[in-house]
């Protein structure tokens, strides 16, 4: 089933001022939050930090992540969340942090075991449960280049959407700065999305697109960062002089970007968080006027983490898009369905300039935190090493997409609940085996990699 979002007579809802409103409060409540969240009555002082096992990794990689230096009192609660953000970065099959000394005054002794970091994935993606849109391919990641937690990656992926894109992750250009640097190049042929495109050229047709980006990071603190990014795209589609197809009506379109991105980060395990916030707020400006091209969108995604009693917890999420300006093309609609979509309408497409999806969901642990470790002949022990955890899920979705003419009432809403299963094996992946009913209690079975959110 397919919805195209047309004028409705709705009553109507500034619901553009709330997303503002939000926002700024949500600067605001960032800003005062405190990493511990809770503290407990025991403290010690650190006297010194003493780090093992990181044959590779530059000390530095692992100290930057840190939210207290030597001299310092801690609680117990805030010397857990600083071992699960050095777990988060995603590097180490193992981390311990280990308190020595008889006094309150206490060694840090931080032990780690560190992951495979070359290996080729396979991989294989059916949308829609049709054959006809999977795509299948193979991934090659080298993370922790030069033990800087420098990430290359290459992917070729075949089938529907084929694409082939290289990327290098820096997260420290300069140490002294704090800046990172990031590049990408990716060719794509990707399948026009648009419905109301499709109706206008009378059938299914594909984009050619080559882009390259560069972006460059400067974190403020250990939970604060700006990016600056710039990029160069060439597309090219089958048609000419349609009206939004491209956004300058050419066949062939040429168009440089720029964008300003913030994000906030205060999650204590940054794959599968209990506890924490995570918000991005990004703004980019596309063509500049050159050849009738001259757009811009807005994206915000704020996600907060909440333990609730013993090992419930609870996230919720609200994700905002909104494509503005003198023609924006279709392939830069906001879209439900592709990429993004309410679990319980996976299969349903929605389009429009801007786009709202909110989700709820709880979390219980069946197995939690279990490090296990065996030997295979011939097979790296690090490659089978691994942090295990099973959650059980419940969760609810919501979202919609709309035009400038339009105004929106929770109706309109695509709406979705269910529950399921995520097993983590981390540091490497993790799975996730859902069912969702939508309105009407018809239901779908989910299976993905990843997390939720």
């Given amino acids: 089933m397919q919805i195209i979002q047309r004028s409705q007579k709705v009553n109507k809802i500034e619901f553009d001022k709330l997303i503002f409103i939000f926002i700024l409060l ?13 503290i407990e009555n025991s403290f010690v002082i650190i006297d010194s930090i003493f780090i093992e096992g990181n044959d590779i990794t530059k000390e530095y990689i692992i100290l930057r992540e840190l939210d207290f230096e030597v001299g310092d009192t801690l609680s117990l609660d805030q010397i857990e969340f600083n071992k699960e953000r050095v777990y988060s970065l995603g590097i180490f099959n193992f ?16 032990s780690v075991e560190e992951s495979w970091y070359i ?25 922790n280049f030069r033990g800087r937690n420098e990430k290359i990656r290459a992917v070729v992926s075949l089938g529907y959407d084929p694409f082939y894109t290289v990327n290098y992750i820096n997260p420290l250009l300069s140490y002294e700065q704090e800046i990172s640097f990031q590049f990408s190049f990716n060719y794509s042929n990707i399948a026009n999305k648009s419905i109301q495109a499709e109706n206008l050229v009378g059938g299914d047709f594909d984009y050619d697109a080559i882009s390259t980006s560069v972006a460059f990071g400067k974190r403020i603190n250990n939970f604060n960062e700006f990016f600056l990014s710039f990029s160069f795209s060439e597309i090219k589609s089958p048609f000419e002089n ?22 906030y980060d205060s999650r204590n395990l940054k794959q599968h968080a209990s506890d924490g916030i995570h918000s991005t707020f990004r703004l980019s400006h596309r063509g500049f006027g050159i050849n009738s091209v001259n757009y811009n969108i807005f994206y915000m995604d704020f996600k907060e983490y909440r333990p609730i009693i013993g090992g419930l917890s609870s996230k919720w999420r609200i994700l905002y898009r909104h494509a503005f300006g003198d023609t924006v093309p279709y392939y830069d609609y906001s879209y439900l369905g592709v990429g993004e979509f309410v679990r319980g309408h996976s299969k349903e497409d929605r389009e429009g300039l801007k786009l709202i999806m909110t989700s709820l969901e709880f979390n219980y642990p069946l197995i939690k935190d ?45 709406k979705g609940y269910g529950f399921g299963f995520t097993f983590l094996f981390l540091p490497y992946q993790a799975f996730r085996l859902a069912y969702a009913f939508n309105e009407v209690r018809k239901g779908e079975l989910l299976i993905g990699t990843g997390f939720s959110f």
Avoid: C
Wanted: hydrophobic content about 35%; cysteine-free; glycine content about 4%.
């Fill in 370 to 414: 279990f490090d296990f470790s065996f030997k295979l002949p011939l097979i790296p022990k690090k490659l089978t090493s691994a942090r295990l955890s099973i959650y059980a899920d419940v969760f609810g979705d919501a979202g919609i997409t709309y035009d400038n003419s339009n105004e929106i009432t929770y109706s309109n809403f695509s």
């Fill in 119 to 143: 290996f080729p994935i396979p991989f294989f993606k059916l949308r829609e449960n049709s054959i006809d849109k999977s795509s299948y391919g193979m991934r090659l990641s080298w993370r």
């Fill in 242 to 263: 349609i009206q939004l197809i491209t956004a300058s009506g050419n066949k062939n379109e040429s168009v440089f970007s720029t964008g300003v991105h913030y994000v």
């Fill in 95 to 110: 981390v311990d942090f280990n308190l020595l000394g008889e006094s309150q005054n206490k060694e840090l002794q931080i």
């Fill in 26 to 38: 949500t600067f605001s409540y960032s800003q005062n939050l405190d990493s511990s969240n809770n």
